[in-house]
T-cell receptor, first 114, second 114 residues
Framework: AQSVSQHNHHVILSEAASLELGCNYS??????LFWYVQYPGQHLQLLLK??????LVKGIKGFEAEFIKSKFSFNLRKPSVQWSDTAEYFC????????????FGGGTRLMVKP | DTAVSQTPKYLVTQMGNDKSIKCEQN?????MYWYKQDSKKFLKIMFS???????INETVPNRFSPKSPDKAHLNLHINSLELGDSAVYFC?????????????FGPGTRLLVL
């Protein structure tokens, strides 16, 4: 069965530090990839997505992610985090032949200290 | 203008009761979903409806019954509630497109079964 792994469950950073959150998936075919963010007490919001084309994807709020097909990875990055980035981050994968089903990783809780 | 809305936002009830959660989207999407987020923030798809037809039905107890009266609505009825049903339930919607589509999430319904 397909799975999505987010290796970092909890990350604590100081403001202005750089961020990289790992995401790996096990599906071998063509995939669509997403990062969602969930601020405390709120719903999931789309940060960025990859369907095809340039594997370096830029999203909202200064986030970007790079799809590396050979590594089955889609890591999320931000060069300088802010206190307002404190949230839960979810990677999700949709194989192109699985309808529109999303499989989520377990999430990474990011805390940014002011 | 709320794109995907859910009611109620909070639901506290006793074991054994029957309850419903409603979801509406005004995005004109053809597909709607229900996800369950447990206390560890793990997100899992429960159901997906496309044009009022069930297309995904993950391993969910048959106490859970989704109903889609039209493309814009997907309600979730839960019979004989159990303690383990306590979770946050998210509704989402998307427009199915070749190559990939993005799911947009509602604010969630926090269900607590006592």
């Amino acid at each position: 069965a397909q799975s999505v792994s987010q290796h970092n469950h909890h990350v604590i950073l100081s403001e202005a530090a750089s961020l990289e959150l790992g995401c790996n998936y096990s599906y071998g075919g063509t995939v669509n990839l997403f990062w969602y963010v969930q601020y405390p007490g709120q719903h999931l919001q789309l940060l960025l997505k990859y369907f095809s084309g340039d594997p370096l994807v830029k999203g909202i709020k200064g986030f970007e992610a790079e799809f590396i097909k050979s590594k089955f990875s889609f890591n999320l990055r931000k060069p300088s985090v802010q206190w307002s980035d404190t949230a839960e981050y979810f990677c999700a994968v949709n194989p192109n032949n699985a309808g529109n089903m999303l499989t989520f990783g377990g999430g990474t809780r990011l805390m940014v200290k002011p | 203008d709320t794109a995907v809305s859910q009611t109620p936002k909070y639901l506290v009830t006793q074991m054994g009761n029957d309850k419903s959660i409603k979801c509406e989207q005004n995005l004109g999407h053809d597909t709607m979903y229900w996800y369950k987020q447990d206390s560890k923030k793990f997100l899992k798809i429960m159901f997906s409806y496309n044009n009022k037809e069930l297309i995904i039905n993950e391993t969910v107890p048959n106490r859970f019954s989704p109903k889609s009266p039209d493309k814009a609505h997907l309600n979730l009825h839960i019979n004989s509630l159990e303690l383990g049903d306590s979770a946050v339930y998210f509704c989402a919607s998307s427009q199915i497109r070749d190559g990939g589509s993005t799911q947009y999430f509602g604010p969630g319904t926090r269900l607590l079964v006592l």
